[in-house]
């Protein structure tokens, strides 16, 4: 049993958070010398040498804030009894924390808390694990003066709205730690104190309910609640836990480190962890709350087989879908070739999963047909950054923000897609950073509670490249370059090249006023803005990669980082911000048909030898197929096969029509998935997968991060993952024989530099690790590129800015633009079964008033979306949040068919799809599209099928 | 398939060196496609229903002859 598994128990707290200072003060509590850094609260300093005192409103998740009078102590030469949790530890300084004094004055303080509180501690969900039934137990309350029948609470009613958690009003001691969370970690200011002294209660914005207020039920409150008056709905109805285990969260690139906290096998509920090196205790309602799709009637457990999709389902033992699908495979490859299979690994599965399919692909299929669903979000990051850094990710750790001082957010919407991270950088903004957004749309940042953006630069999408090179352009022709960086660290050759480039007046901000849209005044100012800053940081996102010039315009915002020097120390760097939890993962561990496992070309002789060796076969020196080419071959007749894990191809990927051809025209489809998933309705082979509480693994967040997964409970299916690529390997005929995935990190370890030091007892003993992690960084590297680049010397490449073919005509005089939101995530499979629905149960077109007007349309109606690839119908939201002339929507529900809109455009450089940009026609309509009626039928005919594999085989 | 070449092209072609945007092309599809992709995209040229702008069609040409004389 590792260090990860340990007995339920509320995680020790100091008081009052950590202090960082260079000197240190001494001073002794009780009899005992303790040394603190300076500024550091008495009540911490007790802590910190062994003494608790008691405290109902004091965390050290938050300020203190000195209202509930328990924490007084006696201080040497000092007036009266000051509370420890506001009094800074000085020099010298003597503190008593017990006395026959204190403990009066204590005992007092509690007893009018108790007497305005409901004494049904037995039945309490709480009970157990409870701050103040602690406290009263500490100060020895035995009875209450005021009697119980005095003027109180008790008969407040309790606000249900939220669906993962209740409001209990009646056991509120109003400590407002609540109020404090929600200001200070999550920074929504949802919660207020209404009313003074016996009148004062928590309300949630306008005094409304949970639900109907601002607040994006993260959950930090509930988690700040010394009471049991915030408390989970899963722990109400559970009881409480009696283990837990260290984990990661398995949705978004944050990668926040969570404690499951149990009950046996099932879980009680996600507690952010404290020591989490990503969100420092905090997190979304995603990870803390949507977990329950783990445990959703729609899994399915046992393999299934069909001969054509328009079968039945029969489910079968592992043996026989194992051997069904190695016969169909293999007969595949005799009659259509070597080439004609292929599989795609998934970046919500864990790094040894993937490692372990692109193996299989390579090694076991004979082919470099691997490819990612990371295509379809982020190969432009990759391309960008190695071409000019030196390698494929980003440069600093989410830490870094609080060091900056100019923060430019392009193309990413963090507050939405990655809110951990989002109320980290809201609070360095509350500190006073200045904040420029590059953003078509008016994100949630440019204008929130204490955060507003100085320059939001509303861009026309498609133009991100030529607004770069706008910005780059007023850096070097104002002068405001950093000279001796560029010249310490950079090509001078390319870097005369490319300032030669930019300063050519095509792209000054004034020429590029009539492309991007935005007034040449307003480039030039956030210019000067950021390159004036010491410390100017990038964050980007899909907005960025999701374009025909995504790997330009990524190499755009590495010469700007390079250009005012920006780069390789804490508070700068170039960050993209990932979609799905393991997409860095995904993409270091070889998913791409080009690359072997650490970016290594596979036409490298040096790195290939390494492989032949270790897996004991040739591999072949050149690429293999990317998705959109699978497709294509498909389409053609010459590509037949696909194992996919984990991973909703017909659905994240663009031109559904394209795509619906192509998986029709395959002779074998096996699906390794949790639930009957879009693509499994084309699929001849289900295999069930297991999800992140029912396997061990590593993931790797968007600071190249690499954390623990840890099996909660046994697969429902009966494997993890990685053992039933084993399965297949095995037999198809390649050895495989892991008995732990520690030894696949073993095997990555050996044949990776940058994975070298990496292993799972070091993963026990650091919590997690930053690759690179080698001889020459032991313990891994939070800020990369310090004292010179990965490549050596940085490379300034030219960005020339390239229209889009996408343009508006006008038959398609709209730009529509897609998105996601909070509350969902990417295509949805999982938050769309749990109680996540409350916030968005459907799919809506944005559309700004002025277009709806002209063509009628109002509030609520059907839209009609219609472009060259395709069509379908969405419900209208009629918003400002949105540019005259473009359209937006949100892509996490199948039958909304976003896709069947987008075209096959793509990147030129990765072919990563062009989903931000699609001409389109919007129009008032009564119906929902063809394209739906058909997905309706189909999905029901499929929902058929599977039922019959349940039913009981038919006597004859 | 042509308009990717085509695509590639023109991202890569800045200022009058010729040679060095061919160059970049062929490096970039020899790093990036499928050698099954060339073999395809050469029959389609033999057609000669290809629009390529000339860029893309030089460098395609230079990796038809290198494929062809590998084989
Ligand atoms: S759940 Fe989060 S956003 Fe909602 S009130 Fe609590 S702290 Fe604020
Ligand atoms: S709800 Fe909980 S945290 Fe908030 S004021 Fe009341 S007792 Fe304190
Ligand atoms: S921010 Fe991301 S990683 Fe963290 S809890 Fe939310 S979804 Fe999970
Ligand atoms: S803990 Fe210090 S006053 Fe409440």
Redesign the interface.
């Known amino acids: 049993m590792t260090d990860s598994y340990k007995t339920y128990r509320r995680p020790h707290d100091l008081g009052t958070p950590e202090v960082t200072s260079d000197n240190s003060v001494t001073l002794t509590v009780d009899g005992k010398e303790v040394s603190v850094p300076k500024g550091t609260k008495v009540i911490r300093a007790a802590a910190l040498a062994g003494i608790n005192i008691p405290r109902l409103c004091a965390s050290d998740s938050l300020e203190p804030f000195g209202s509930c009078r328990l924490c007084l102590v006696e201080i040497d030469g000092a007036k009266g009894l000051p509370a420890s949790c506001t009094t800074e530890a000085s020099e010298g300084m003597k503190v008593t924390t017990q006395n026959d004094r204190l403990a009066d004055v204590r005992r007092n303080v509690m007893e009018l808390y108790i007497s305005d509180h409901p004494l049904d501690c037995l039945t309490c969900p709480t009970n157990g694990d409870c701050e103040l039934q602690d406290m009263a137990g500490a100060v020895g309350l035995r009875d209450v003066r005021y009697g119980y029948a005095g003027e109180n609470h008790l008969e407040a009613e309790k606000d249900k709205s939220n669906p993962y958690f209740t409001f209990d009003p009646s056991k509120c001691i109003v400590c407002s730690r609540c109020v404090r969370a929600c200001e200070e970690v999550q920074g929504t200011f949802a919660l207020t104190i209404d009313g003074r002294g016996f009148e004062s209660k928590v309300a949630a914005s306008q005094d409304q309910s949970f639900l109907d207020s601002e607040c994006v039920s993260c959950g930090a409150c509930v988690q700040a609640c010394p009471t049991a008056t915030l408390t989970e709905n899963s722990l109400i109805s559970k009881g409480q836990p009696e283990h837990t285990v260290i984990t990661t969260c398995a949705y978004c690139g944050v990668g926040c480190s969570f404690r499951a906290e149990m009950k046996g096998e099932e879980v009680v509920r996600m507690i952010p962890n404290k020591d989490g090196k990503a969100n420092h205790g905090h997190s979304c309602v995603k990870g803390r709350f949507a977990f329950g799709y783990a445990t959703h009637k729609d899994r399915i457990t046992k393999p299934m087989i069909r001969d054509s999709i328009h079968d039945p389902w029969k489910e079968v033992s592992w043996e026989e879908a194992m051997e069904f699908s190695a016969a169909k495979l293999k007969g595949i490859q005799s009659k259509y070739g070597t080439g004609s299979i292929g599989g795609i690994t998934s970046s919500r599965c864990s790094n040894e999963e993937t490692y372990l399919v692109q193996k299989l692909v390579r090694a076991g299929f004979g082919n470099n047909n691997v490819d990612t669903c990371a295509r379809v979000c982020h190969s432009p990051t990759g391309y960008g950054l190695k071409s000019t850094l030196g390698e494929s990710a980003g440069t600093q750790a989410f830490d870094s923000v609080l060091k900056s001082d100019a923060i430019m957010v392009i193309g990413a919407n963090p507050t939405e897609a990655h809110p951990v991270f989002g109320s980290q950088m809201k609070r360095r903004l509350r500190e006073g950073a200045s904040l420029i957004v590059l953003d078509p749309r008016s994100i949630a940042l440019v204008k929130s509670p204490h955060v507003t953006a100085d320059y939001h630069l509303q861009l026309k999408p498609g133009t991100n490249v030529a607004l770069i090179n706008a910005l780059a352009h007023v850096v070097l022709s104002e002068g405001l370059e950093s000279k001796a960086y560029i010249e310490d660290r950079c090509e001078q050759d390319a870097y005369e090249d490319w300032r030669a480039f930019i300063l050519d007046e095509i792209n000054s901000p004034e020429s590029m006023e009539s492309v991007t849209g935005v007034p040449s005044g307003d480039i030039r100012a956030a210019a000067r803005l950021f390159a004036a800053a010491p410390n100017g940081a990038i964050y980007y996102g899909l907005g960025v990669s999701e374009h025909s010039q995504g790997s330009t315009m990524v190499m755009g915002i590495a010469n700007l980082a390079m250009a005012t020097g920006n780069l390789g120390r804490e508070g700068v760097g170039v960050n993209p911000l990932r979609g799905q939890n393991n997409v860095q993962g995904a993409c270091d561990m070889g998913s791409f048909p080009h690359e072997l496992p650490g970016y290594r070309h596979v036409s490298d002789e040096v790195t290939r030898t390494l492989f032949e060796k270790e897996w004991g076969v040739d591999l072949i020196p050149t690429p293999g197929f990317r998705i959109p080419n699978m497709f294509d071959a498909a389409v053609a007749g010459q590509f037949k096969g696909m194992y996919v894990q984990g991973e909703d191809v017909a659905q994240s990927d663009p031109d559904t029509h394209h795509v619906t051809a192509a998986l029709t025209s395959l002779e074998c489809m096996i699906v390794q998935d949790l639930f009957l998933n879009e693509t499994a309705k084309f699929a001849h082979v289900f295999l069930p997968g297991s999800s992140f509480l029912e396997k061990n693994g590593t993931f790797t967040n968007a600071e190249r991060r690499i954390s623990p997964v840890r099996k909660v409970m046994e697969p429902l299916g009966g494997y993890e993952d990685w053992e039933v690529t084993q399965l297949l390997a095995n037999a198809m005929g390649y050895p495989m024989d892991y008995s732990h995935p520690s030894e696949i990190m073993d095997e990555i370890a050996r044949l990776t530099p940058t994975f070298k030091g990496v292993s799972y007892d070091k993963l026990d003993k650091l919590g997690a690790i930053q690759w690179p992690c080698n001889d020459k960084a032991v313990e891994g590297t939070p800020t990369m590129h310090v004292d010179e680049f990965v490549r050596g010397k940085g490379l300034f490449r030219l960005t020339p800015y390239v229209a889009t073919d996408e343009r508006t005509t006008r038959k398609y005089p709209l730009i529509l633009t897609t998105g996601r939101i909070l509350s969902q995530y990417n295509v949805g499979a999982q938050t769309r079964r749990t109680e996540n629905m409350t916030w968005h149960d459907e799919d809506i077109i944005e559309i700004h008033p002025h277009d709806a007007e002209q063509r009628g349309i109002e509030q609520d109606d059907w839209v009609g979306i219609k472009s060259r690839a395709g069509e379908t119908v969405l419900r209208a939201d009629v918003t400002e949040r949105v540019q005259p002339g473009v359209v937006y929507t949100t892509f996490h529900h199948p039958e909304s068919g976003a896709n069947v809109v987008t075209t096959d455009n793509s990147d030129w450089a990765t072919n990563c799809p062009e989903y931000k940009v699609t001409a389109v026609q919007a129009y008032k309509v009564t119906q929902l599209s063809d394209w739906q009626q058909e997905f309706e039928e189909f999905t029901q005919e499929q929902l058929e099928l599977l039922k019959k594999a349940k039913a009981p085989a038919q006597v004859i | 398939?042509v308009?990717?070449a085509n695509?590639?092209a023109?991202?890569l072609?800045?200022?009058s060196d010729k040679s060095k945007a061919i160059a970049g092309v062929v490096d970039?599809i020899?790093?990036?496609?499928?050698?099954?992709?060339l073999d395809?995209i050469a029959e389609f040229i033999s057609t000669g229903e290809a629009e390529l702008s000339t860029i893309a069609e030089q460098a395609l040409a230079q990796l038809i002859e290198e494929r062809q004389a590998a084989e």
Request: aromatic letters at 16%.
């Open positions: 398939m308009a990717m695509q590639i023109k991202n072609d800045y200022g970039h020899r790093r990036f496609w499928s050698p099954l992709m395809e």
